[in-house]
């Protein structure tokens, strides 16, 4: 069975502080995808990203990275210079690459705070 | 181009009401799914579609049942709501070797 752990239940920063939001997740297949999504205050789910578990490149996009380490089955988010925009409930999950995204397990959340 | 549109937006029903959440997508997705989020939970998988006339079961189906007699629209009916399943619902469409789900704006359901 699949299982993603987000261990930080809440996290505050002050802004233009840097924050990471762990990810632990398990899987028994070698093939799977990993997924970061972002759920503003509005409500709604925003996609950030998605890896395939072929791919361990870390990722940049602006102020957004991502560490993906199969050794320790961690896909990890940082955002640099934190912004109050960046205020959101955060969330990993994982799909099977034979289910396609159809079948997706979140992980717990990370309500992030950014104190202005 | 709607995306995903989820109807009704909010939604207070009593014990043992039945009612329909509609989900429908314009965007010739193959694949559909219902999710529920709860407090501390996360999103918890409910039930899913590969194509028309194919559901499955996800991790907590129990009190739902849903059908997919056309690509785009894929409701999810309470057949008699209980309290434990107040929880804002949300829908989500992808196609197979799509980068990412595609969620609507969910459903906030209260049961009373």
């Known amino acids: 069975a699949q299982k993603v752990t987000q261990a930080q239940t809440e996290i505050s920063v002050v802004e233009k502080e840097d924050v990471t939001l762990d990810c632990v997740y398990e899987?028994?297949?070698?093939?799977?995808?990993l997924f970061w999504y972002k759920q503003p205050p509005s409500g709604e789910l925003v996609f950030l990203i998605r890896?395939?578990?072929?791919?361990?490149q870390n990722e940049i996009s602006g102020r957004y990275s991502w560490n993906f380490q199969k050794s320790t089955s961690s896909f990890n988010f940082t955002i640099t210079a934190s912004q109050v925009v960046d205020s959101a409930v955060y969330f990993c999950?994982?799909?099977?690459?034979?289910?396609?995204?159809?079948?997706?397990?979140f992980g717990t959340g990370t309500r992030l705070t950014i104190i202005p | 181009n709607a995306g995903v549109t989820q109807t009704p937006k909010f939604q207070v029903l009593k014990t043992g009401q039945s009612m329909t959440l509609q989900c429908a997508q314009d965007?010739?997705?193959?694949?559909m799914s219902w999710y529920r989020q709860d407090p501390g939970m996360g999103l918890r998988l409910i039930h899913y579609?590969?194509?028309?006339?194919?559901?499955d079961q996800g991790e907590v189906p129990n009190g739902y049942n849903v059908s997919r007699s056309t690509t785009e629209d894929f409701p999810l009916r309470l057949l008699s709501a209980a309290p434990s399943q107040t929880s804002v619902y949300f829908c989500?469409?992808?196609?197979?070797?799509?980068?990412?789900?595609?969620f609507g704006q969910g459903t906030r359901l209260t049961v009373v």
């Open positions: 579609s590969v194509g028309a006339g194919i559901t």
């Open positions: 989500a469409s992808n196609n197979h070797g799509g980068v990412a789900a595609f």
């Open positions: 999950a994982l799909s099977e690459a034979d289910f396609g995204n159809e079948k997706l397990t």
């Open positions: 890896r395939n578990s072929f791919d361990e």
């Open positions: 899987t028994r297949d070698t093939t799977y995808y």
């Open positions: 965007m010739n997705h193959e694949y």
